[in-house]
């Protein structure tokens, strides 16, 4: 008779935590693709110079090895990936006239470029960030922001959720020869 109260309640506790566990999976992963993004856009952004397509470029090399980071996610989907410069008196890396959650809904006005997933890897959807500054005193600062949708194996605790990965950082300073 005991067994018959217990079992349910512990059922409940163990897929709940195994929920939490995957939605945490999913969490590490996005902020992970995130960071290697940012991490590439640092070294990589600046150096493609004033030039569109070498922006462009550089720009889709981030998003292919953001995509390459966000295959190991389990029971998620991404959405889409925003490159951004963030506002220098921002502390919190929101780039100019928005926050990092709207970026994928056009939440930044200018220098900042979005990505959607296609359901193989991110494809260039708008936008242009035409003149990074790594030379001088005030070198920008890029952010990276990825967007997945996880979605529940039990349903208990809903469908779905929207898991945010958002990194920030400082572009590499150019020799001053490339200044």
Do not use: K
């Amino acid at each position: 008779m005991e067994a018959a109260f217990a079992i349910p309640v512990l059922l409940l506790i163990l897929l709940g935590t195994m929920e939490f566990g995957l939605v945490f999976a999913s969490g590490s992963v996005t902020t992970g693709s995130s960071r290697s993004g940012a991490r590439l856009a640092a070294t990589s952004y600046a150096p493609a110079g004033t030039v569109q397509s070498a922006q462009l470029e550089a720009a889709d090399g981030i998003a292919a090895a953001v995509s390459a980071d966000l295959m190991a996610l389990q029971n998620a989907e991404p959405v889409g990936l925003a490159i951004y410069e963030v506002n220098p008196s921002s502390a919190d890396g929101a780039p100019s006239g928005g926050f990092p959650g709207e970026l994928l809904s056009g939440g930044c006005s200018s220098s900042c470029m979005r990505y959607t997933w296609d359901g193989d890897e991110m494809v260039f959807a708008s936008g242009s960030w035409t003149d990074p500054d790594a030379c001088g005193t005030t070198v920008d600062s890029v952010g990276v922001f990825v967007q997945v949708r996880h979605t529940y194996v039990t349903g208990l605790i809903g469908e779905s959720r929207t898991v945010n990965g958002h990194t920030t950082m400082r572009l590499e300073p150019l020799p001053s020869d490339q200044c």
